[in-house]
């Protein structure tokens, strides 16, 4: 598969303000997976992971064994959960600066 690497310097930032910007570290209090968040709104989490925090993830490793495999959109309840901590703790903070 060929993948397109940015060159220019805008398109990098916008990359860069896309999928890194404004992340908080978060770590799931089962497994220890550590991950980017940031929410947007209430309704709204980003979540980037690792290829080490995939592969700590107790709840994707049991849904990947299920038939079919884990379903790309399936959310791992034990993380979301460390994620709604952070944010009552205001470790993770909610809302949109200029747009990211």
């Known amino acids: ?3 397109i ?3 220019n310097p805008d398109t990098r930032e916008d990359q860069r ?3 890194r910007a404004r992340l908080v570290d978060v770590m ?3 497994c220890h997976a550590r991950v980017g968040v940031k929410k947007n709104s209430e309704h709204h989490t980003s979540i980037q992971w690792s290829v080490e925090a995939v592969s700590r993830c107790v709840e994707f490793d049991r849904l990947d064994d299920e038939p079919g495999g884990r379903k790309i959109y ?3 309840p034990r993380l979301v959960t460390s994620i709604e901590s952070a944010v009552l703790e ?3 903070q909610i ?3 200029d747009g990211y």
């Open 1 to 3: 598969m060929v993948y």
């Open 5 to 7: 690497v940015p060159n």
């Open 17 to 19: 303000l896309y999928t």
């Open 28 to 30: 799931c209090g089962e």
């Open 74 to 76: 399936a959310a791992c």
């Open 90 to 92: 205001g470790a993770v």
């Open 95 to 97: 809302g949109a600066e």
